[in-house]
């Protein structure tokens, strides 16, 4: 277990890193805005063992990680007391889907931190995995704390390559999907805005066009 200075290091050197990404892309303003008004939350953890096969990888995966040695260590400290859960679960998901990924809030109702209008937390995603294209409300930011993948925001745009110490901002309701590669992969994740929005899949048809689907409802 660790104590709540862990979390709030994590807070500090997170919104450090971003800052710097800041100077040249101004894209990132919410999420290091957001940041600022982060309340302490210290009997919010739900922490618990998860049966999920991406635990056995979680160790290996974190000591691949890049960046600061202080967000390194808060980060490891953190997934080790567990609260991961299956972010995608329950009758008629795509088996995939559910067994090749898994996230841990750090920030919200679960998390050692709270804050009314954003999310913000781990994902471990698992080698050769495809997250299939979905949309969501919420603007969303995903920092490779390591591993490597390629992101796709929008159905026809072209995959860009994403890996430790880079990240990748996703639009309000902008479909995106990711391409894992050969290792498992660690992202710092933020989500703000709509955060009770659902997540649609979008499924492209025969004919070209694109369908959307319930993926998850998050009311």
Do not use: C
Not at 41 to 47: E, V, Y
Not at 111 to 136: C, K, Q, T, W
């Amino acid at each position: 277990m660790t104590d709540q200075s862990t979390a709030l290091q994590y807070l500090h050197e997170f919104r450090t890193r971003l800052e710097e990404l800041r100077v040249s892309d101004d894209a990132l303003a919410p999420f290091v805005d957001g940041l600022q008004d982060v309340e302490d939350q210290p009997d919010g953890n739900a922490t618990h063992d998860l049966d999920h096969p991406l635990m056995a990888r979680l160790n290996g995966a974190l000591g691949s990680a890049k960046g600061s040695p202080a967000l390194v260590e808060a980060v490891t400290a953190l997934a080790h007391e567990g609260g991961f859960f299956q972010v995608y679960e329950g009758e008629g998901i795509n088996a995939t889907q559910a067994d090749y990924m898994i996230g841990k809030q750090i920030i919200g109702p679960k998390g050692r931190l709270s804050h009314d209008s954003l999310r913000a937390g781990i994902f471990v995603l698992a080698p050769n995995f495809e997250y299939l294209m979905h949309s969501h409300e919420a603007l969303e930011l995903y920092y490779v704390h390591s591993g490597n993948m390629h992101v796709q925001n929008g159905t026809d745009a072209e995959k860009r390559a994403v890996g430790p110490g880079d990240y990748s901002v996703t639009p309000s309701s902008v479909p995106h999907a990711l391409h894992i590669g050969d290792e498992p992969v660690v992202i710092l994740y933020i989500w703000t805005g709509a955060l009770t929005a659902p997540i649609m899949w979008w499924t492209k048809e025969d004919d070209g066009s694109w369908t959307q689907s319930l993926a998850k409802d998050l009311k």
